[in-house]
């Protein structure tokens, strides 16, 4: 009994000692999408910097480009951030605050995220965390950072890319909590304030931060955003150029441990249909990207697009594997002369990616063994070329692949000969808005349509409560179609403006992750008084 007394006393000291190390050792910062549930796979969209440089940006070249990325069918693979980068887009006013360019975006920056949103696309906007962005046409958020990142709230922002150009600053491991003093420049302190600016303006945001590596953001900006540049640019704009694409590359690929979902490693925008690349290395680079679990964030012209290029953008089963729940980062498993051997790419339904990359001038022949992933020799696998669409198998030991220069084979291997998609969102429109003409009681109703492309469908989207009194909305599931039924009620609601952001979230069904967060906006005016204060 006494025995029992000791060992039971000596398990309450050890508890209360292993308890007080755990408290003395300052917690990992959580990541910051495990609160918003943004990009939880990598971001997909455009932004127009490789292509198009600073000068032609304006509110038609950006709305053209939305068309095209809904008629191309890249919208329906995925592709959902779309917006202007350095574009001269804003100025800042003699009272401190942004206003837009009317000059060059005559519906405002809001009418023009409007115009995205009613797409069913997702608005990105661009700026800078020093004084001013590179090429100083705009003015950056420095010692300003509260009131722009209300004013990118205002505008409806959903992405937003912050350079660091004109900043002075330092690397600052580890990066400080919240709140920081604007006189400490450094990296860090400049992107964790930009955060809190964020989250204090309450508009949920896709935060791409653009050190171009300055700083090592992979070891820290997890809990400030959800994507930072690990590389210098990959082009200067009008041409592709693929030794700085293979420069990226392998910079990136050295970082795959950071990547995951809500937090990745960005090589820097793609370079697929610029000029300056053959059809084989499109192929490669996006099949590079793919395996790096790299944001795809289209650059390109898409008002014209080669039939080639739209193939290899929209090719579901590469970015499928991009846009795996799982979100992990494949890397060189090793190297045969000028080939590598791309692996440690495990999907959500367990089977394994291989790309086999060919970086010499002459057709290599590689050997891929069962145990390059990890599995028996002995097992009886399938394997499906993401290129050519083929199944092949059951096949044991290994297979070898010939893959000419500049070219790739990317396989996936299976104990199944079924090779599923994971869930793309893609939604018919991501804003509402109504107006009352008068105060008093009355009804309005409006849908917001999401269909799921993939393989399964996807459980009921759950709402997050909170709504104010004036919207309900209810979901209801027809296969891969939900829809989002909104209804609004004015009655006891004062003439003004009611805005609200719907979120809501699911799980991915084959893996049980949770999938990124989808979030839509309804507007409410009552008692007219006409257009939104958003310039
Ligand atoms: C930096 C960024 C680019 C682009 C330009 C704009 O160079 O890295 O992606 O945004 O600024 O000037």
Redo the contacts with the bound molecule.
């Keep these: 009994m006494r025995k029992t007394l000791l060992l039971f006393m000596g398990f309450v000291i050890a508890f209360l000692l292993l308890a007080r190390m755990a408290r003395a050792q300052s917690p990992a910062p959580k990541a910051r999408a495990a609160e918003d549930g943004l990009a939880l796979t990598p971001p997909m969209g455009w932004?127009p910097?490789n292509e198009f440089?600073?000068e032609p940006q304006n509110e038609n070249l950006i709305k053209e480009i939305a068309d095209a990325l809904v008629r191309s069918g890249m919208k329906d693979a995925g592709y959902t951030y779309v917006g202007p980068?350095?574009g001269i887009c804003f100025s800042r006013g003699a009272d401190g605050r942004l206003t837009s360019n009317l000059a060059r975006y005559p519906s405002g920056l809001r009418g023009l995220g409007d115009y995205i949103h009613q797409r069913g696309l997702k608005y990105a906007l661009?700026t800078d965390a020093g004084t001013h962005?590179?090429?100083k046409a705009m003015p950056g958020t420095e010692d300003h950072e509260f009131e722009d990142m209300a004013a990118f709230a205002g505008w409806r922002t959903d992405y937003l890319?912050v350079?660091?150009?004109n900043s002075g600053g330092l690397g600052h491991n580890p990066p400080p909590t919240r709140n920081v003093a604007r006189d400490e420049v450094d990296v860090t302190a400049a992107y964790a304030k930009l955060r809190d600016a964020q989250e204090a303006a309450g508009r949920p945001i896709v935060f791409s931060l653009?050190s171009?590596g300055v700083g090592e953001p992979w070891k820290w900006a997890a809990s400030v955003g959800h994507l930072w540049?690990t590389t210098?640019?990959i082009a200067a704009p009008g041409k592709a150029n693929w030794n700085t694409a293979m420069r990226n590359t392998a910079a990136n690929e050295k970082l795959s441990t950071a990547a995951g979902p809500g937090h990745w490693n960005d090589p820097?925008?793609l370079i697929n249909g610029m000029d300056g690349l053959s059809e084989t290395q499109n192929r490669s680079f996006f099949s590079l990207w793919c395996m790096m679990a790299a944001p795809l964030m289209a650059s390109n012209d898409l008002r014209k697009m080669t039939a080639s290029a739209i193939q290899v953008l929209t090719n579901r089963e590469a970015i499928g594997i991009n846009q795996d729940p799982l979100g992990i980062q494949g890397h060189i498993a090793r190297r045969e002369g000028q080939a590598e051997i791309w692996a440690g790419k495990r999907l959500f339904d367990g089977s394994q990616v291989v790309l086999i990359f060919n970086a010499g001038i002459a057709p290599v022949e590689v050997r891929v063994s069962w145990s390059d992933i990890g599995s028996a020799e002995s097992a009886a696998l399938y394997v499906r070329d993401l290129w050519t669409h083929r199944t092949t198998g059951p096949i044991r030991g290994g297979i070898t692949v010939t893959v000419p220069p500049s070219d790739v084979a990317l396989l996936r291997i299976s104990k199944s000969r079924t090779f599923p998609l994971p869930p793309v969102i893609v939604a018919d429109s991501y804003w509402l808005s109504f107006r009352a003409p008068a105060p008093g009681a009355q009804k309005f109703s409006g849908a917001v349509t999401v269909k799921t492309t993939g393989s399964d469908d996807l459980p009921l989207w759950q709402v997050r409560p909170g709504l104010p009194s004036w919207l309900s909305v209810a979901v209801k599931k027809h296969g891969k179609i939900q829809t989002f039924s909104n209804t609004i009620s004015t009655a006891g609601l004062a003439k003004g403006q009611y805005h609200a952001v719907v979120r809501a979230d699911n799980i991915e069904p084959v893996s049980g992750l949770p999938m990124s967060a989808l979030y839509y906006d309804v507007d409410l005016e009552v008692g007219g008084g006409g257009g939104h204060t958003g310039r």
């Design positions: 932004y910097w440089g600073q980068d350095e661009y962005t590179c090429s890319k350079d660091w150009c653009c171009w540049r210098g640019d820097d925008l």
